[in-house]
């Protein structure tokens, strides 16, 4: 049954519309679903998915010119797209639109950001031909593109300069680098050490660690945020994958380690193979920093394999050497392939986007008044969130959501035509590199309404379509370690949020800090002040008192 409200804004819209040159387009909601007519711009098919709160965002888009000022849709648009068939018929008709690679080079220098040039690709087609070597890299702009490009796995590989690069430091069998077949068996191998159920083992963890560094912290003490989250991401990796406690010159090189890959991968990616084989200090630097991050997994392997450590919780590296499916399991390669990507994925996509969630918290007094009201019904006197605690956090979960659309930590990845393919109703010749960005998609104004600002009430809702919402790709490659992931930038937002306010350093702490050019996007150094918000001390007998803070 439709109900009175939303029966008026979908008859109002019809009504506003007109009755003219109409096409027939599903509006549907959570209690209705209806269809009304538009004078469409164009003579494409649009399909339309979204609720009646953007009954006005829609309106707008059917009427060309109508002023957004006054929209109180929601602030992202669950559609606006073309249909598969509206796309390929268009495709057909024109041929690729071609970018030199100089000119997207030149506006990445003047807005002093890479990022600005990525996202004025989508001006130029639905489908863009970069020239970027020989071949040139085809970009998908839009999500059905990228929803046809991810799900295609049989036609469009993993390969391309990005995967190179992945190759040459987490090997041939991990699940981020494995051809087709080979990565179907792996995921049945590994997806045991990353199902729900281990979750509870996983948080406490992490539950751990937060406390751990929190006692390290002092009132009004200065942190660099970058590296604190650094060292808390892969001291809950290292809990979590050795049998040892890691020292804290452990931690930092493998911090350093993973800071060297990811920073000097961008510019292998495009540099000619020859110079990236030659024995500069610069490619001695990362072929010694690959060395020892995989010499450190497998050594961890061996340790467990020798010891013969059982399938404990919250222990990858036991889980991994147990699993067993229909008779097949891995292999010491892969299981050292398998810890080498765990390790460099899961410090670095997570710590960057648990930085860059802290940061913008700090400077959004309106979000961080909300996370504080939820934070302080839920953690009493400041204490650690634990996995029981999660359900009780949804506008947490927003604000690390909303991190994750902002600041995507993987913004750019490639696949590769295995054979002549049609994407978009264009033919990819067999050998072709395409591209896709989260981050482009994440930041287009028809999808998400003021993308540039950081709104987690744009979750309200919970989860956007996984058409526009990608920061853990999509397909049958789809971050096998979602969950984990979450619930480690939730636990962690969280308890940061119930204990502490963080505050830029003033003159020190850029006002609108850039990511830094890498394989992911890291943020820069993050200068902040901690001030403790329970207002807590500890008393001479080493006991906790409370301030009047």
Not at 15 to 31: E, F, H
Not at 183 to 206: C, D, E, I, N, S
Not at 308 to 337: P, Y
């Amino acid at each position: 049954m439709m109900s009175d409200r939303s029966r008026r804004v979908a008859d109002g819209l019809t009504a506003g519309v007109g009755n003219d040159s109409r096409t027939m387009i599903p509006l549907r909601s959570k209690g209705f679903q209806t269809q009304f007519s538009v004078r469409v711009p164009s003579a494409s098919t649009h399909k339309l998915c979204v609720d009646a709160r953007a009954a006005r965002t829609l309106y707008q888009w059917a009427t060309p010119g109508t002023s957004d000022a006054t929209s109180t849709g929601p602030q992202y648009i669950w559609g606006a797209m073309r249909s598969k068939q509206a796309v390929s018929d268009a495709g057909s008709q024109a041929g690729i639109p071609t970018v030199g690679w100089l000119r997207l080079l030149g506006r990445a220098i003047r807005a002093r950001s890479h990022l600005e040039a990525l996202t004025s690709i989508p001006a130029h087609g639905d489908l863009v031909r970069v020239g970027l070597g020989n071949a040139g890299t085809y970009v998908a702009c839009t999500p059905e593109l990228v929803r046809e490009l991810l799900c295609n796995d049989a036609d469009f590989g993993k390969g391309g300069s990005f995967t190179e690069r992945a190759e040459e430091v987490v090997g041939k069998n991990s699940l981020t680098t494995a051809d087709r077949e080979n990565h179907r068996r792996q995921r049945r191998l590994v997806q045991p050490a990353f199902h729900k159920q281990r979750l509870p083992g996983y948080t406490a963890l992490m539950s751990d660690e937060i406390a751990a560094l929190f006692e390290r912290f002092q009132e009004r003490a200065e942190i660099d945020l970058t590296v604190e989250t650094n060292t808390l991401v892969a001291k809950i990796l290292a809990a979590s994958m050795f049998q040892h406690e890691a020292s804290g010159d452990e931690i930092g090189r493998v911090i350093e380690d993973i800071d060297t890959l990811v920073s000097i991968a961008p510019a292998r990616m495009v540099s000619p193979a020859m110079l990236n084989r030659l024995p500069t200090p610069y490619n001695r630097r990362y072929w010694e920093a690959r060395g020892r991050l995989r010499s450190l997994m497998a050594a961890a392997a061996e340790a467990a394999d020798r010891d013969e450590i059982s399938d404990v919780v919250g222990n990858l590296v036991a889980i991994l050497l147990s699993t067993r499916v229909d008779g097949m399991s891995l292999d010491h390669t892969e299981i050292v392939d398998q810890l080498t990507l765990m390790q460099i994925a899961g410090v670095d996509t997570t710590a960057s986007t648990l930085a860059w969630a802290l940061y913008l918290v700090s400077t959004h007094p309106q979000v961080e008044q909300r996370l504080h009201a939820e934070v302080d019904s839920v953690l009493t006197d400041g204490r650690v969130a634990t996995f029981a605690d999660m359900p009780l956090l949804p506008y947490t979960w927003k604000v690390f959501a909303e991190t994750l659309r902002m600041r995507p930590a993987v913004w750019f990845a490639t696949r590769t035509a295995v054979t002549d393919a049609r994407l978009g109703g264009h033919i990819i010749p067999a050998g072709s590199e395409v591209a896709f960005s989260p981050y482009m998609l994440h930041h287009r104004p028809d999808l998400w309404q003021r993308p540039w600002r950081f709104e987690p009430d744009r979750f309200d809702f919970g989860k956007p379509p996984t058409d526009i919402w990608i920061p853990f790709g999509g397909g049958a490659r789809r971050c096998i370690g979602e969950h984990f992931a979450m619930a480690e930038g939730v636990l962690a937002v969280a308890s940061f949020a119930a204990r502490w306010r963080l505050r830029p350093v003033a003159g020190v702490t850029s006002r609108d800090p850039k990511p830094r050019l890498a394989a992911s996007l890291r943020p820069p150094r993050l200068p902040m002040t901690l001030c403790e918000r329970t207002g807590r001390f500890r008393t001479p007998d080493g006991s906790v008192a409370r301030g009047t803070a």
